[in-house]
């Protein structure tokens, strides 16, 4: 079969085999990624849709963070504290790495003061990050539940691997909501300019439309059975060509013809012999006894 399949023209099939494979694989990694992808936006749509809530009506300071709470817009009322702001490291945004901006949010939603960190944007330089002011300022934005803590360090100051409530309810002698704000709307504007923001993340379970991941399993099965095609014909061009080499010597003379014995019906007249000629035409033949013709 090797000996087939490195002929010219089984080469040539081969290769349009590779380039169908190739295409049928990569529509069919298409189609699940763009399941994946609608079912992404269907989640941020739905998050969306959520109604802005107070945040006290949400959380408390030191209180669990809701399990529903992920990706909850809220809204709240205070002012920045400018001494407790610190970056965080290693962050994307739209393909570039910098820092997250976080600066706590000291408000009286729940009834006591407490500390509720906020993400107010991204810079790819920390001297861009800038440090508002202590004036009031009114919030919106979306839940997140707190980061877990990253290993490493030590860290320079106004650096923190994450946004670990656990490490900052150390170091802040306040009490602190658990989970933290990525900033959405901000009135009055403190923040400048040169601080982007950053897109709320959608939470919520994966998932996947599955209209589309059925279409990304047929291109698979199309490319797999496009590879069993291709090996059965080669397969039977295999057996067809060592079939033909075996019977080569069995057919007979080398111009071909066969003489055959009047055995089989299509070998044609029979040859000469006794054996081969016709009953009417064989001599009578006597035996001696009366009534038999002489």
Known sequence: ???????????????????????????????????????????????????????????????????????????????????????????????DRGYWVVTPLRTSASGEPALLPVVRGFVTDPSAADRPPESPVRLTGTLAPSESPVEGGPWP????????????????????????????EEDPALTSAGVDRIPPPVFGESGIVWRNFGYGLQWFVFAAFAVYMYLRFLRD???????????????????????????????????PGAAGIPAARRPLTTTGSRG???
């Open 157 to 184: 100051p106004g650096i923190r691997a994450s946004i670990d409530s656990a490490d900052l309810v150390n170091d802040w002698d306040e009490p602190l909501f658990t989970g933290f704000l990525f900033l959405v």
């Open 1 to 95: 079969m090797i000996r087939t399949a490195l002929r010219p023209p089984w080469l040539a099939l081969l290769a349009l085999l590779v380039a169908v494979v190739w295409a049928f694989v990569q529509l069919g990694t298409w189609q699940i990624g763009v399941s994946s992808n609608e079912a992404a936006r269907e989640r941020a749509v739905e998050q969306a849709a959520r109604p802005t809530e107070p945040l006290g009506e949400v959380t408390a300071p030191h209180r669990t963070f809701p399990d529903d709470a992920a990706g909850l817009s809220v809204g709240a009322e205070g002012r920045y504290v400018p001494e407790h702001q610190f970056l965080v490291p290693d962050r994307l945004l739209e393909g």
């Open 237 to 271: 061009a295999a057996r067809g060509n060592d079939t033909g080499t075996a019977r080569g010597p069995d057919r007979g003379p080398q111009d071909g013809t066969d003489p055959g014995d009047g055995t089989d019906p299509d070998d044609g007249p029979p040859g």
């Open 292 to 294: 038999d013709h002489r």
